[in-house]
């Protein structure tokens, strides 16, 4: 195995690491458990957890995956903050979509050949890119896995102890 | 800038970014705050700072950068949770332990070269390394980089709203 190819099994493995584990902390909690807030007048855990659906579905558009499925889970869960009163779907149906939308993006990226991870991304300008060429799809996986690590280590709090 | 060296430059904005984070959010809190458990009956988060010192002065020692500084933090803050009844330094010391040792930490990385991140760390044996090469330096500061970032979510719930 090549560095190339080294560098892409370390950032997917981290990714997929981080997705098991929320999975695996998602399935031990009860739908009452995520309707509850990860601590006093914070987000709630079914907020959180539409929060990473809507992000992670979306990195099929800037990936050049393909299209995301769920673009209206954007206003109630990244464009606006919990508790702004817009319809949520239920624990049950967030729960259906975290498996469908990790299922397609888990067999979508095992399908990126390591020259591909390295291209710009469709957020970032041929020119912007030019001059910043870290920044490319194998940036946003990184991005993307700590940005799941973060938010884990919040809805963990909606475990007891 | 060749892609080995793109590799380690992402890896290392990722640390730096959430390095710099957490710096702020620590210089943001006052010594009351980080006496506060993050959610009722949680980790404080002096326990929480303590214990990322910790992990982060251990990381001298496992990428081979030297000797590590506050070997000392390890019962109270690593071998054992928060409550146990170990001396723990005050906020104010942590607080320049903190400063110090990511002062060291971050010169020492920027000196390693693409080649060197590509090599065995020294909790891995040479046998374990030729059957699995993902599991060099780089993927160690990667693993530490998401295990900032999940306590760094938990140790945002410090602050006010």
Redesign the interface.
Known sequence: ?N??Q??V???L??WET?IGRASELLNSLSDEQLLNE?????NSGIYLIGHLIAIHDAMNDILGLGKRSHLELDEAFVQNPDHSGFDMPAVSVLKKYWNDVHQKLGDALKQLSPDEW?KRHTHMTEEDFAKE??R?K??VL??R???L??????LR?LKS?
């Open positions: 195995m560095k190339e080294l560098f099994k370390m950032a493995s981290a981080h990860i601590a006093p007048n914070r390295f060429p870290h490319n194998l940036n990184i991005n896995t700590n940005h690590a973060y938010h884990l280590g919040q709090l102890n």
